[in-house]
């Protein structure tokens, strides 16, 4: 038995292919599964925007997991019965001034797209500011639904026969001679267990032992209704502010980022600089209705990557610390850790 701590994004998804491979897995999470920061996220697939040509390991593990998503859908929608789409509706990164256009320059000059000036992004997308100078497109990154994504990857982990638990969570996570042996819950049931997973976001380093080094970083989103009325058909980007427009009729604009321990909180000024932000670079939002705002806690480490592999003690591992990048990473963290437990000489798994 393999016991998964946390049903986010990352959880469900490593649930879901250990389900594929026939190891019996049993998901415990201490809320509602995948209701947290993998649902309150904007489901941005846009590694050449949100990680920085420095970030070399990172860039590399945001492509390589971006290229995985077709397949992994195609076998989502099999299992789930669901059908789940990447929008690849393009980005523009635009600029409102001559001091954001030189950021632009200095900050995406190595991604792969077109250079803009302000009456071509305006040709793209009319509803923009008249203030827009410029900006990038990039034709080929999107998004994706990622409650639907949630949805579906739990119904899937299900139909396929894996076990899940919500509200509870480990109280001790059992190791004898050096090597798991089970989780004690809240609830005092105890699951017995070969391997333990901390996929557990935020609170990752307040699980088991040998906690990894992960901090809450609070992030507020705001989503609007467009109804019949979208004004944008591209994800765009500013220095400060992202808005996607989601097929359902939503709008996503996001987001912030502060450090106010595990609890996540929505605050009047984080709602006032999204929409004054927001604002400034679409004016005509000020027509849309509100939706709801939300907060949640994203798991960030040190150095920006995340946490995954075995621990050292045997059986424990880690997947954890992806900070604003779960939904993205979530497909290459669930390959290499489900390869990485399942492919050693001696890897037994009992159900």
């Known amino acids: 038995m393999i016991v998964v701590l946390g049903g986010g994004i990352i959880g469900l998804m490593i649930g879901w292919r250990l389900r594929k491979r026939g190891v019996a897995v049993h998901v415990v999470e201490a809320r509602q599964a995948g209701q947290q920061a993998s649902w309150a996220a904007a489901g941005m697939l846009t590694p050449s925007v949100e990680v920085p040509p420095s970030h070399e390991k990172l860039l590399s593990l945001c492509h390589q997991s971006l ?3 077709p ?10 019965g669901l059908q789940i789409a990447i929008e690849q509706t393009g980005v523009l990164l635009v600029a409102m001034n001559r001091d954001e256009l030189f950021y632009l320059y200095h900050r995406y000059g190595h991604v792969k797209g077109q250079w803009l000036d302000g009456a071509e992004i305006r040709a793209l997308e009319p509803f923009l500011s008249p203030t ?15 409650r639907q ?17 919500e509200g509870n969570s480990a109280s001790e996570v ?25 996929c557990c976001g935020a609170w990752a380093s307040l699980v088991g032992p040998l906690p990894p080094h992960v901090i809450p970083i609070n992030g507020q989103i ?16 500013t220095s400060d502010v992202y808005l996607v427009p989601k097929q359902n009729g939503t709008m996503r604009i996001g987001a912030t980022s502060e450090e106010v321990g595990f609890e996540p909180i ?43 592999g075995q621990t050292a003690i045997e059986g424990y591992y ?16 669930a390959y290499q850790l489900v390869e990485e437990i399942l492919c050693q000489p001696n890897a037994t798994v009992t159900s």
């Open 67 to 69: 290229s995985l998503y």
């Open 71 to 80: 397949h992994y859908l195609q076998e989502l929608s099999q299992d789930s």
């Open 132 to 146: 827009v100078v410029g900006g990038i497109h990039i034709p080929n990154e999107g998004h994706i639904d990622n």
């Open 149 to 165: 994504l949630i949805v579906a990857l739990k119904q899937a982990f299900l139909t396929l026969g894996g076990q899940l638990t």
């Open 174 to 198: 059992i190791v004898e001679k050096g090597r798991i042996a089970a989780v004690q819950l809240k609830d005092g049931a105890c699951l017995q267990a070969d391997y333990v997973i901390n």
């Open 222 to 237: 705001i989503t609007m209704s467009m109804h019949d009325r979208p004004l944008l058909s591209h994800l765009v980007r």
């Open 266 to 308: 929505v605050t009047a000024g984080g709602v006032q600089q999204l929409l004054e932000e927001a604002s400034r670079v679409l004016p005509a939002i000020a027509s849309y209705r509100w939706n709801e705002v939300r907060a949640a806690l994203r798991p960030q480490t040190p150095d920006g990557l995340p946490v995954v």
């Open 318 to 333: 880690h997947a954890c610390g992806h900070g604003r990048h779960g939904i993205l990473l979530a497909p290459i963290t």
